[in-house]
């Protein structure tokens, strides 16, 4: 890591655009365009982590409040359900307060965004969330793999968790038919499509995990989301004994709507058209600017206005997210002109748009990917190309 | 002033698996914090009742601790601190200086302001009735043994005050008969904290004789004439020192040097130095976990990851807490506060104090 012994001054830069060849799809940088991107970068880095205090750690707490507050008020209201509109409004309060949970407090607490508070309550080495997946083990999965290894086919298991064919690289196969209906299954029942894909199950098949291994994690992942259905499913409904089903199927609904939204935003941030995936061959020996191309280029936006951004943990700033997983995520925001104005620079695709856009590519790409691949245009012209050379 | 802590029938009853399951994965005291910070089943927390100003520099805080177990200490321990400011709590290590077992189950610390002491010159500065701290448990092997000695020697320096200051007042409220010396040195008399109160207890018993030197005011430093003039024999008296290095490397001498080094007790005050090579200042860390590489500038690990943006669980800073061992998987450390060189692979190491000699790497 280089640094720069002033952060606040900003790093100066040339700007010149560069227009760097594009083969499938990848702008192919220099090295020394790849070392300068990597300068600018660290340079945002370094300056927003000089600039961390009380405004960041008013902002998290503010956010568990108003979490807490809604999942009291949600759970209320359910119990106030024999009367039915109480019952929509304690599944949507309950709903939204599982997503506030699981997103923007949760997944960004988890990356360790707020360890610098040394509050063991907001500290990525405790915080554990209200969903089916241990904290522990999706640290390892979200944070280490994940994010280290994003969009190398083979090393990255978030493409398709396992499930679904989201990449040409996954060879086609009539079970793949079914990938429009695996991903509605995914959709719905995700959370505990999250806790799963962390049992690396098809690293069994293939040996390279053990059978023991996979049981201990498979004793966590029980323990955890047993914990979480006695709470919601047992519990609390219990609790309300005339009304229990309401608040059985209100808990449910409620757990219902925030597995549909986290993988509708989730998808949107590595799965829209014009995102690339890499090979392991691709990323052998690459520098520190090659990794913050890669994310660049592996991730993608969604536009919206301040609630949609909170209420999708800001992954809608899944590109400054993936260049600095561990800076307070309410200020991606902020960053992201910078970013933009660099990818625009360097003559790199920022890849972003409505949710709708970008959702809509994702699920094109879920039923495409269910049938045989067609030869593309863009692969067609490759080989008449070589031809001709 | 008046604390609302949860009785402790209360916590326990809202600690139970029926509750805890029911606010699971956050846990009861998560939520009733939400409401009160001091309305919690953990046990960390404390609240600041009383503030009194001793001298320019020095502060007394009493502390009602929400878990009153808490309140019970030998005298001569300390707690970790963690105190809030701007968004970051900031943990250090404060002697506990009031007598052991008081009724009320309140603690005091007594906190001296220092130029580069960060939190102690802000707690000086801000701190009022009502703060809410967090406080371990009281812990250190600074303890007067509960046979208490015929003749005991206190020997302090400055801010070291506060733990003997503790023993001595155990000793006055249990009316303890045997003989006490109580020796501190400050730098001037407006410097001398609790000077009241050791006044009276000199006046008071017979038993205790309280001297302080002022050493900015021509007073003398320890030495084994100071000793004889106050007729202490150190082969016959069980003695305690705690203060800047200088005085407790003074008091290590003495008594070693007449070969009663087990009868002395010392606990520094003050992080200690680091004594290292300019050509060991050199290599990269590699912060493993983290993907980050660094080169090495010769401070200790903890600073150097703070540095490069990361944020470790850490705690006192020099080396008593073990909130911050990390997996060292290879490299030369040094141990600043043993001054002790370690190469071993794989060994977990207190990176507050630990300096990198050379080429690192860490599981961080």
């Known amino acids: 890591m280089t640094t720069n ?25 220099t090295e020394s365009q790849l070392e300068a991107l990597g300068r600018e970068l660290d340079a945002i880095r370094e300056r927003e982590l000089a600039d961390l205090g009380e405004i960041d750690a008013a902002y998290i707490r503010r956010l ?31 709903g939204v307060a599982k997503i506030l949970d699981n997103m923007e407090i949760g997944h960004n607490v988890m990356h360790g965004q707020y360890d610098w508070m ?38 990255d298991r978030d493409i398709g968790y396992g499930v679904l064919r989201m990449d040409e690289s996954t060879k086609w196969h009539p079970v793949w038919l079914g990938n429009p209906i695996y991903a509605l299954l995914l959709a719905t029942f995700f959370e505990y499509g999250v806790a799963l894909h962390d049992l690396e199950v098809e690293n069994i098949r293939t040996g390279d995990k053990s059978i023991e291994e996979a049981k201990d994690l498979g ?35 409620a757990n219902i709507i925030r597995n549909l939204w986290a993988f509708m935003i989730i998808f949107c941030g590595h799965f829209p058209d014009g995102v690339a995936t890499f090979t392991e061959e691709e990323v052998a020996n690459e520098t520190r600017g090659g990794w913050y191309l890669r994310q660049m280029l592996g991730s993608a936006n969604l536009t919206g206005g301040k609630l949609f951004h909170i209420m999708s943990g800001n992954l809608s700033h899944q590109i400054e997210h993936h260049l600095f997983p561990d800076i307070p995520a309410r200020r991606y925001q902020h960053i992201a002109p910078e970013v933009r104005e660099i990818c625009e620079r360097y003559g790199l695709e920022y890849n972003t748009g409505p949710l709708r856009k970008q959702f809509g590519t994702v699920i094109r790409k879920i039923f495409r990917l269910a049938l045989p691949d067609r030869r593309s245009g863009r692969a067609r012209a490759r080989e008449v190309s070589t031809a001709a050379a | 002033m008046a604390v609302t802590t949860l009785s402790p029938r209360l916590r326990k009853a809202l600690g139970n698996p029926f509750f805890e399951a029911l606010a699971a994965p956050h846990g009861v005291s998560h939520w009733l914090e939400q409401v009160n910070l001091t309305w919690t089943i953990r046990s960390d927390r404390a609240i600041v009742t009383d503030v009194r100003h001793q001298t320019a520099d020095a502060v007394t805080l009493t502390l009602a601790p929400v878990d009153d177990g808490k309140a019970q200490f030998l005298p001569g321990q300390y707690l970790q601190v963690g105190v809030e400011i701007e968004g970051v709590t900031h943990t250090r290590c404060f002697s506990i200086s009031c007598a052991a077992g008081r009724a009320d189950r309140r603690l005091e610390i007594t906190v001296k302001r220092h130029d580069d002491g960060f939190v102690s010159s802000w ?30 020697v206190l020997v302090s320096g400055g801010s070291g005050i506060t733990p003997v200051m503790s023993m001595l007042r155990t000793l006055v409220a249990e009316e303890h008969a045997g003989r006490v010396t109580f020796l501190h040195f400050a730098r001037t008399a407006d410097e001398l904290i609790f000077a009241d109160e050791l006044a009276l207890i000199d006046v008071d018993h017979d038993n205790v004789n309280v001297v302080t030197v002022f050493t900015r005011e021509g007073g003398a430093h320890l030495s084994p004439a100071m000793l004889a003039e106050l007729d202490i024999d150190p082969a016959a008296a069980l003695a305690f020192a705690c203060g800047p290095r200088d005085l407790v490397d003074a008091a290590i001498e003495i008594w070693s040097g007449a070969g009663n080094e087990d009868r002395l007790f010392v606990e520094y005050f003050q992080p200690p130095a680091v004594d290292l090579d300019a050509d060991e200042a050199s290599g990269a860390i590699t912060f493993a976990a ?27 800073r020099m080396g008593i807490c073990h ?15 043993t001054g002790t060189r370690s190469a071993t692979a794989d060994e977990e190491i207190r990176i507050c104090v630990s300096v990198p000699c050379g080429d690192v790497e860490l599981d961080l």
């Open chain 1, 5 to 29: 012994p002033n952060p606040t001054k900003p790093v100066p830069t040339s700007h010149r655009i560069i227009k760097a060849p594009i083969i499938d799809g990848k702008p192919q940088l």
């Open chain 1, 64 to 94: 568990v409040r108003i979490q807490r507050g809604l999942e009291v008020g949600g759970r209320a209201s359910l119990f106030l359900s024999f009367v039915p509109p109480f019952w929509f409004l304690g599944a949507a309060a309950l």
């Open chain 1, 118 to 155: 040394q509050d063991p309550a907001l500290h990525s080495a405790n915080f554990e969330w209200d969903t089916a997946s241990p904290a522990e083990q999706w640290k390892h999965s979200h944070n280490y793999l994940h994010h280290t290894f994003t969009n190398i086919i083979g090393k």
């Open chain 1, 219 to 253: 004793r966590v992942i029980a323990r955890k989301s047993g914990s979480q259905a006695l709470k919601d499913y047992v519990l609390f409904p219990l609790l309300a004994f005339p009304i229990f089903p309401l608040v059985l199927a209100g808990n449910f609904t």
């Open chain 2, 123 to 152: 707690l000086k500065a801000h701190a009022e009735p009502g703060l809410v701290l967090t406080i371990s448990d009281p812990a250190g092997d600074f303890t007067l043994p509960s046979a208490r000695p015929a003749h005991l």
């Open chain 2, 290 to 316: 983290s993907g980050i590489t660094v080169e090495n500038d010769g401070r200790t690990l903890l600073e150097q990851a703070e540095a490069a943006g990361l944020a470790p669980a850490s705690g006192c």
């Open chain 2, 323 to 337: 909130t911050c061992p990390r997996r060292k998987t290879s490299g030369t450390v040094l141990d600043a506060v």
